[in-house]
């Protein structure tokens, strides 16, 4: 309607890369197998995103990782440029949805992380 992309678009972008990302580590697609839960998501808005334009999402997990939790970074670009529109994190722990509690990160999923993880300063955090 403003002729820009609207701030909430970004939130659902963030959790399609989130389950892209993560459910291969579980070794499935099936987002019921999911376990883990989000304590916090927030989305820095750095350039307008003109109507029709193509955005290119990426995400990866950021240094240090927690005993039970890690935080995931997005970063949004317009196609065929440089410019970030916006930057995205989410803190995300490690949930055992039987017993309704947190858990520790699965050794195997700690370090398929930490082989993916980058440098939060680095990504402009």
Known sequence: MLNHLNHAAYFPL???LRCDYY???LGTTDPR????IIAEATCRYLAP???GATLLGEVAPARPLGRT???LLYR???DGTATVS?????????????RGAKRELAAERRTALE???VDPAAEGW
């Open 14 to 16: 963030m959790e399609t």
């Open 23 to 25: 459910l291969p580590l």
């Open 33 to 36: 197998r999911i376990d883990v």
């Open 49 to 51: 995103v003109e109507y």
């Open 69 to 71: 939790s890690f935080a």
């Open 76 to 78: 949004f670009t317009v």
């Open 86 to 98: 916006a930057r995205g994190r989410t803190v995300i722990v490690a949930y055992d949805y039987a």
């Open 115 to 117: 082989r993916d993880a």
